[in-house]
């Protein structure tokens, strides 16, 4: 759910029922691990799913780079999973 803070409102909801999300530095994207062991981003600007990645194990944590160039993925293995925004 994304609530417009100026107005103090609903702006959007995403669906996915995931675990946890992270908005990309830039405003571009927010990305969220869901519980079907998969990574979904979205574009803020389109509204819309631009990449669902599965992931190997359960994740807990999801956050992008401060340049917002590489989305990294830390899982319940202990293993954490990077990919390049730009690919």
Known sequence: VLWDVER???DRM???GGTAC???PDGRY???ISVAD???VWSLAKL????????DSSSNAILF???SQFLIVGGD????RVWNTEN
Do not use: N, Y
């Open 48 to 55: 819309e799913i631009v990449a669902e990645i599965d992931v």
């Open 30 to 32: 927010l990305a969220a």
């Open 38 to 40: 998969q990574v979904v």
């Open 22 to 24: 992270a908005f990309s």
């Open 14 to 16: 995403f669906s996915v």
């Open 8 to 10: 103090i409102k609903l």
């Open 65 to 67: 780079d401060p340049r």
């Open 77 to 80: 293995d202990g293993g954490v």
